[in-house]
C-alpha cells in the first residue's frame, strides 16, 4: 500500500503525518508542487513482459502526460532482486541530489522510497504498483529501491541530460529510515 509519512527535517524519528489515504497523499504533496495519481492498465501486464506491452497498457495515461509536460522520450526500466548491480544501483541515488527537470515514474509493479527534501520537511512517499509521482526539478530529493530491489517503472524525460543527479553534499538521507527488506514487495 502506498504511503507518506511527513518529517520535519530535524526530527527523523518522528513522522508528524502518516498515511495510506491515496486523497490525502495527493493534497498533502500537491502542497509541495508534486503529483500524485493512481493509473489502472488497459490490459493486464506483469513483470517480464516487454517493454512495448507495458507502454500498449498505458498508452493513453502515457500520451496524456506526454502532451500535458512535453516529454520527448518515455522507457521501461526493470529492476529484480537477483540483479547482479543492485547494491551499486541501490547506492547511486541514495544521497540527497535534484535534476534539472522534472522526474517523473509510473510504478507498473514493485514498489521504491522517494524522499523529498521541502524544508523544514522531510516527505517520504512509499510508491508501488499503480502510482505515479511527479517531483519538480531541482526538487531535493534521495531515492531508495532497497536491498532487494523489485520494480518495473515507466520513466518520462525532457531532454537526454535532464536526469543527471546533482548532489548536494548534505547528511540528511542518512539520518532518515531507508528502504529495508519487509518493506519492500
Known amino acids: ?71 520527448k522520450t518515455v522507457d521501461v526500466v526493470s529492476i529484480a532482486p537477483d540483479n547482479p548491480q543492485r547494491e551499486a544501483m541501490r547506492g547511486k541515488f541514495l544521497d540527497e541530489h535534484y535534476h534539472k527537470e522534472d522526474e517523473v515514474r509510473f510504478f507498473v509493479a514493485g514498489s521504491g522510497l522517494f524522499t523529498l527534501h521541502v524544508e523544514p520537511n522531510v516527505y517520504e512517499i512509499k510508491c508501488e504498483q499503480g502510482d505515479l509521482i511527479s517531483v519538480p526539478d531541482s526538487t531535493l530529493h534521495w531515492f531508495d529501491m532497497g536491498p532487494e530491489p523489485s520494480f518495473v517503472a515507466i520513466r518520462f524525460f525532457t531532454e537526454p541530460d535532464g536526469w543527471v543527479g546533482y548532489f548536494t553534499g548534505s547528511d540528511l538521507a542518512q539520518q532518515f529510515p531507508r528502504y529495508e527488506k519487509g518493506q519492500a514487495g
Do not use: C, H, N
Request: aromatic fraction near 8%.
Open 1 to 71: 500500500m502506498s504511503r507518506l509519512r511527513i518529517f520535519a527535517e530535524d526530527e527523523p524519528g518522528t513522522p508528524t503525518l502518516s498515511t495510506s489515504d491515496q486523497a490525502q497523499i495527493a493534497r498533502e504533496l500537491a502542497k509541495i508542487g508534486v503529483g500524485f495519481e493512481q493509473w489502472q492498465a488497459a490490459q493486464p501486464v506483469k513483470p517480464g513482459d516487454t517493454p512495448e506491452a507495458i507502454m500498449a497498457a498505458y498508452r493513453a495515461d502515457i500520451k496524456r502526460i506526454t502532451a500535458e509536460r512535453g516529454f
